[in-house]
Structure formats: structure tokens, C-alpha cells
């Protein structure tokens, strides 16, 4: 199996990635017990499919040294040349407070070092707290060793439009930000794409299948207690379906999806992440992947063959209408990090 052309997408002039990106939150606690080897054997799978691209980031457990190893593997199997077609997008989330080049460049080799390269493919920025504006000065020394060669790209993680906004007119070249962005949560509609179609920024989006609620196993089940969310990730996105407008109506929701999944021979979560790549400046979602527990491999595949049709989107839209609006509810992309 390999994945159709229109998987690819030329990201940056020396980046070609997968628009499905392989999600490394799961490693980091929290979703059952990660088997080294057995998840390094897993990621060559992925790679072999066509699922070439991975996120992660400095905290997600051992994330950063499975891709290390994982080259390693790779050069010594199949040569250095390999290399080439993997790419590993991590991020750094500093405590907030005074920011030096020295202290910067400190956490970046670390990175550099765990996962055996040269160079980050991409560094994602995220900041806590936007009342403390070092996060400028740490933008700025990352652009420094973005021209030194230790970084190729700069990019943020739930940055809202109005901070993407100052980065951007303070003259820092940003080429990605990540949010979450769902058939549930679709705030990125409100401002966000915009700002990002005007400014050539690309958005990946997580959240994409709500950690697993958007698909079939949910579908015609009572509403979850909470000794049934056994993962992070159920916890986290059982509150954003209860604040977008409850179980009964994320039923009617799923139940549409799966006719329109039936209707083109495909899962539910295929309709979901299908929904969320074709809307403007997205560049890829990024679908969690439990290496060595549980793979997706073939289902995600089929997204790339699929096309959904005006009707498929007004048929989403009049349940998205009978929601809340979460941009109400909880504001603008990456604002649940900071109330």
C-alpha cells in the first residue's frame, strides 16, 4: 500500500510532508504502556505506508528519543539517504520568564540531541502566558539559530490570531501554527484561517477525531461515565463535546457522519479528518498514533481517496448550527490553555 500523490503536500520549499501526521502525544503517559521496540517497529510501518511525517515534542515522554533511535535504525537498514524522506516536527514549551540566547539554545540542543539531527525540521513555539512578552525575545534567539542552521523552520503551538498577529509584525517568519480544529470544535473558522490564508501560515490541527469519540465505536452509546474515559485524551475531549452541546446532540452528529461515511465506503473518522484537511489553510491533522497498541494504518490511507461533496458539508453544517459556539465559550484558538 502507498498513498496517493494528493497525501503529499510541499510544505516549505525543502519540506514535503504527509498531510496525515503521526501524533506522539500518546507516548507520553497517560494512554497505556508504550514497548520501546515495539513502537520503533511500529513507526517503520507507518513510514513504509507513506505516513512519513511525525509531531511531537519536548514532553512527550521518550517522543524525542524514539525518533533518534528510529534514525539510527533507519540509516543503518537502508542507508543515510533514507533520512531524507522522514520528517519530525517537535516543539518546546518553556515556563514562562526571562529568556537568554544561552538558556534558547541550551533547550534546542537538547532536541538536537535526542532526536540525532543536525537540524529541526520544524520548531513549534508554545507560551503560557501572554501577559509575560519574553516570549518574543525567545521567537527572536530562535530565528538567530534558525539562521545559524539548527533550525529550519519556526512555527507555533495554540498561538490565538491576535498573538500570531504581533509575532508576525514583529517581523518573525512563522510557517505553521497548531490548534485544534474538529467537526466539534471549529473555532480556526472564526478568525484564525484568515489571518493565516493572508500571511501564507499553514494550520495543523489536532483534535481532529476528538480522541477517538468521532468514530464508530460511539456511535448509538450512552453518554460515557467517567470511569469509561480511560485515556487523556477521552477526558480532554468529553468536556469539549459537553461544552459544544452534549451527548445527544454529538449523537445526531455522529449518526450523520456515519451516512455519509456508508454513502462513500468509509469510517466515520475518515469523514471527520476528511472535513478538516479540505478546509482552507489547513496544511495536515495530525492523527494520535499508539505505536505498537493500536494502528490505523489502513483506515487513515483511505482518506486520500476520498471526496466529500457539498451536500456531505450542509448536512454537518445544520447540526454544527444547532451547537453552542465555542469561539463564545471558551475563545479563540489555544485560549483553554490559559484561562
Request: proline share 3%; glycine share 8%; hydrophobic share 40%.
Amino acid at each position: 500500500m502507498m498513498l496517493s500523490a494528493e497525501s503529499r503536500l510541499q510544505f516549505t520549499p525543502d519540506l514535503n510532508i504527509c498531510r496525515i501526521l503521526n501524533g506522539m502525544w500518546q507516548v507520553s503517559g497517560g494512554h497505556g504502556r508504550i514497548n520501546p521496540q515495539a513502537a520503533i517497529e511500529s513507526m517503520f510501518k507507518y513510514v513504509d505506508a507513506g505516513f512519513t511525517t511525525w509531531d511531537l515534542a519536548d514532553h512527550y515522554g521518550p517522543a524525542e528519543d524514539f525518533i533518534g533511535e528510529f534514525r539510527r535504525q533507519l540509516a543503518a537498514t537502508r542507508g543515510k539517504e533514507a533520512l531524507s524522506q522522514v520528517q519530525a516536527f517537535t516543539k518546546w514549551v518553556p515556563r514562562p520568564g526571562k529568556m537568554t540566547k544561552k538558556f534558547v539554545e541550551e533547550n534546542i540542543d537538547i532536541s538536537l540531541r535526542r532526536m540525532d539531527v543536525e537540524s529541526l525540521d520544524l520548531m513549534q513555539f508554545h507560551w503560557w502566558e501572554y501577559l509575560d512578552k519574553n516570549y518574543l525575545d525567545a521567537l527572536k534567539y530562535m530565528a538567530e539559530l534558525q539562521t545559524e542552521g539548527k533550525i529550519k523552520h519556526l512555527a507555533l503551538t495554540n498561538f490565538d490570531t491576535e498573538h500570531l498577529q504581533i509575532i508576525t509584525e514583529a517581523g518573525i517568519k512563522i510557517v505553521s501554527n497548531q490548534v485544534q480544529f474538529s467537526l466539534v470544535d471549529r473555532r480556526p473558522e472564526v478568525n484564525m484561517i484568515k489571518f493565516c490564508q493572508q500571511h501564507d501560515i499553514k494550520l495543523f490541527t489536532y483534535g481532529s477525531l476528538c480522541g477517538g469519540f468521532l468514530s464508530e465505536k460511539y456511535l448509538g452509546k450512552p453518554k460515557p461515565r467517567s470511569f469509561d474515559l480511560t485515556t487523556v485524551s477521552l477526558r480532554k475531549y468529553k468536556n469539549m463535546i459537553d461544552g459544544w452541546g452534549g451527548w445527544e446532540l454529538f449523537q445526531e452528529l455522529l449518526s450523520t457522519l456515519k451516512e455519509i461515511a456508508d454513502k462513500h465506503g468509509v469510517s466515520i473518522s475518515n469523514v471527520a479528518v476528511r472535513s478538516i484537511l479540505d478546509q482552507p489553510a489547513v496544511g495536515g491533522v495530525i492523527v494520535g498514533a499508539r505505536l505498537g497498541i493500536a494502528e490505523h494504518i489502513e483506515d487513515n490511507a483511505k482518506i486520500f481517496s476520498l471526496n466529500l461533496d457539498a451536500e456531505d458539508s450542509d448536512r454537518i453544517n445544520t447540526i454544527s448550527q444547532k451547537s453552542r459556539d465555542l469561539y463564545q465559550v471558551i475563545g479563540d484558538c489555544g485560549d483553554e490553555y490559559r484561562k
